[in-house]
């Protein structure tokens, strides 16, 4: 995902680069991603018959969700990679869902015109983009006067696990740092509130859930994820090649990722902020 913008007060945003990628650890979590427990916030907004757009739907399994909820109304959802796209159709081609269609896009200059939709969705889109209050503005003009705008993105500073383990605060420093040299803003989740009102809306409801992994399989999943995210991820380029660590170093940090996800206390959170504003 690529994008530019300015940043609020006038100054030229950087080009944001997703710091993510699309390597299968990614979408390994992408893909475990649910309406219910990802935009469980949104659900009860929903009505058949509405029109939805999906932004940023990476590999759609929300999407689909969204879907089935408005149908017969439609879904189209769009991402600013087009493999991970093909990824989505398939899915939801797989889920028997003929009301979805699909897009490649930017946030920032969404191509449809004014009042297109009744509900503009983005999950963990604003924390990546160059200037997420243009793209809330963006996706306020897209929206039909009354509907609603909702984003929800996770708050990387409020992320929290136990027992103590100082590889997973490296990991978290190092996250924080190569984010924002991409251009994004990782702690986001508690920046939503402010990046409604920047972008003009005055009805805005916000809520913050959090995802929790604690069972020994969660754990396992989570830190095997994170591991081999560390190692093999467009993250890992993107963090050796901006001059932020080593190779050496990803090592060691995706080592204490496994010996954390051993533990039989290993309990981790992930704090999301949530807004609901109308247009």
Do not use: K
């Amino acid at each position: 995902m690529t994008s530019e913008g300015t940043r609020p007060g006038g100054s030229t945003a950087e080009t944001a680069v997703y710091t993510h990628g699309h390597h299968e650890s990614v979408l390994r979590s992408h893909r475990w991603r649910t309406a219910e427990n990802s935009a469980g916030y949104l659900i009860g907004a929903l009505r058949p018959g509405m029109r939805v757009l999906d932004v940023g739907c990476g590999p759609g399994t929300i999407t689909a969700d969204l879907a089935a909820l408005v149908a017969p109304g439609r879904v189209t959802a769009v991402d600013a990679a087009p493999d991970v796209l093909a990824q989505a159709r398939a899915y939801a081609a797989g889920r028997g869902l003929d009301n979805v269609e699909f897009a490649t896009a930017d946030v920032h200059a969404l191509d449809f015109p004014d009042d297109s939709f009744d509900v503009v969705h983005a999950h963990q889109v604003l924390q990546h983009v160059g200037d997420p209050v243009r793209a809330l503005r963006e996706m306020r003009r897209v929206c039909r006067p009354g509907g609603v705008v909702a984003a929800r993105d996770a708050d990387y500073a409020a992320m929290t696990w136990y027992p103590a383990a100082p590889g997973l605060d490296t990991w978290l420093s190092l996250y924080r740092t190569v984010a924002r040299a991409n251009g994004g803003e990782p702690d986001a989740g508690r920046r939503l509130h402010a990046w409604a009102r920047a972008a003009g809306f005055e009805d805005v409801r916000c809520s913050a859930t959090a995802w929790c992994y604690a069972t020994p399989e969660e754990a396992a999943w989570w830190s095997r994820l994170w591991a081999d995210r560390t190692t093999a991820s467009a993250y890992a380029t993107l963090a050796v090649d901006g001059g932020h660590t080593t190779p050496a170093a990803l090592a060691s940090i995706a080592e204490a990722w496994h010996a954390w996800g051993t533990s039989p206390d290993a309990w981790f959170s992930v704090l999301n902020g949530e807004i609901l504003c109308r247009a």
